[in-house]
């Protein structure tokens, strides 16, 4: 199949190219093949995608979400970390049937498209039974997106965030390691064996407030094992007993390039050399982390140390899908943290040290990186994926927008709403504003049927967040 965006003005984020005016993007058989000026006087035979109006950009990567957790959109909003345990970990968790599971998947990597998010990373602790894996992989699959599937090694009725979990053991959970090693080589081999897919394989490990390292580390060594990148959990609680993750990564010796952290708002500087000396990634929850007091988002420190930051949407139940937005609020604070010292002494910032470059880079290349996806999307370079995103700039808020600086644009003029077409592996998914590769209002019915299941079960079984609050130990003297 060939396809043609004609007339968009082009990010590109290929260091060769930069930004061009004017230009179109051919597309063969999913890949870019071309970007330049004047392809279409060349007489290529493909379908057109006017782009007049529009500025393209590589798709997004969102290298952090709980997508499984989108039927309970909202519920979070006012919430800090222990509540988020005692309300989606110990109690929704445990209600979710594999139908629940598919739905919040499905629904969460729908609402990614939607808002230009051509890619996510899916963080899947709630892995009850078997069914509940396949139903989370079908989701995925279903929903069109490009996706790194990690799939969680954490028990979870059993997973010691509090003394005795509500409920008991439920018939089929995984609770021994054997039986989530097998069950996650089992998912590997079923859904994951071509290269040339949109889904690829990834492990979470354990959390060290729920497991010794020496368990983490073997489940570390088992990832690696069947091939899975490694997606983890660290450094960030808040907490008199800190965790030091990354220090007790480096210590047994499991540091690599193929690991992406996420958090990390509580860091050493020896764990930020340990994380730079390993080549691993970094992944920044911004409006989570400010939110449910997870620290400061790590955007600098993770600059300086690592191939530079990415960002997830991380909860859900918390905040929107609208990474555009969420890039423009943390260029923001990041901003606001770099020149706060000199307020304290009376003196006003000179220059500018973060640019709305940087947070496109946080968005595309880097996200891409992160995912371990780096040479195949994150940029709009010929032999890539043709995971495209138009952003329409033709309303009234964004009337006047600078052409020569299309990236300050969008991070500065734009978010979600704007965005109009979305390709991912040259499949057009979106179009006018609109999804168009999938029955969009059976999607809501299903999305509803699983929400007022969750709500109903959480009412009879004590609430939201049953009373009174169960005890979490490391939060016991904060919370």
Not at 140 to 169: C, E, F, K
Request: proline content about 5%.
């Amino acid at each position: 199949m060939k396809l043609l965006v004609q007339g968009a003005d082009v990010i590109t984020m290929d260091p060769t190219t930069g930004e061009l005016r004017d230009s179109d993007i051919f597309v063969e058989d999913g890949k870019i093949v071309a970007v330049r000026p004047g392809l279409a006087d060349t007489g290529i035979d493909a379908e057109v995608i006017d782009a007049r109006g529009m500025i393209a950009m590589p798709g997004m990567v969102d290298t952090h979400r709980h997508l499984w957790q989108t039927p309970l959109r909202g519920v979070g909003v006012d919430w800090v970390v222990p509540d988020y345990i005692r309300g989606v970990r110990l109690q929704f968790a445990e209600l979710y049937r594999p139908e629940d599971m598919y739905a919040g998947n499905y629904l969460g990597a729908l609402d990614a498209l939607n808002c230009g998010v051509t890619t996510v990373v899916d963080y899947c602790h709630n892995i009850v039974t078997a069914d509940h894996a396949h139903a989370a992989v079908a989701g995925l699959r279903d929903s069109g997106i490009r996706a790194l599937y990690g799939h969680a090694l954490t028990p979870v009725t059993s997973n010691g965030w509090d003394q005795s979990p509500p409920g008991g053991m439920p018939a089929g959970e995984l609770g021994h390691y054997r039986e989530r090693i097998a069950l996650a080589t089992e998912i590997r081999d079923k859904y994951f064996t071509s290269t040339d897919q949109l889904l690829t394989f990834g492990i979470c490990p354990q959390e060290l407030p729920i497991a010794p390292m020496d368990e983490i580390a073997k489940e570390v060594v088992d990832s690696r094992r069947i091939g899975a990148r490694i997606v983890v959990h660290a450094n960030q609680h808040c907490v008199r007993q800190m965790y030091a993750d990354v220090a007790h990564y480096g210590q047994a010796g499991i540091l690599g390039p193929d690991m992406l952290f996420v958090h990390c708002s509580f860091m050493s500087q020896y764990e930020w050399q340990l994380l730079r000396d390993a080549g691993a990634s970094v992944s920044v929850c911004p409006e989570t982390e400010m939110q449910m007091g997870m620290g400061f988002p790590s955007i600098a420190e993770a600059t300086r140390f690592t191939h530079g930051p990415s960002i997830g949407n991380d909860c859900v139940i918390g905040t929107g899908g609208d990474l555009i937005g969420m890039a423009r609020l943390t260029l923001q604070v990041t901003r606001w943290k770099t020149d706060e010292p000199n307020y304290q002494q009376w003196l006003a910032p000179q220059t500018m040290t973060w640019t709305a470059r940087d947070a496109m880079n946080w968005l595309t290349v880097n996200g891409a990186h992160a995912a371990g996806l780096g040479d195949r999307v994150g940029s709009l370079t010929p032999g890539k994926q043709a995971d495209i995103v138009l952003v329409d700039m033709r309303g009234i808020s964004q009337a006047g927008w600078y052409r020569k600086d299309p990236i300050g644009s969008v991070i500065g003029h734009t978010n979600s709403g704007n965005v109009d077409t979305v390709l991912v592996a040259g499949k057009v998914v979106k179009r006018g504003g609109r999804l168009v590769h999938i029955d969009v209002d059976a999607a809501l019915q299903t999305m509803q049927h699983s929400h007022e299941y969750l709500y109903e079960q959480a009412e009879a079984n004590g609430g939201v967040i049953p009373q009174p609050p169960a005890d979490i130990p490391m939060y016991k003297d904060r919370a």
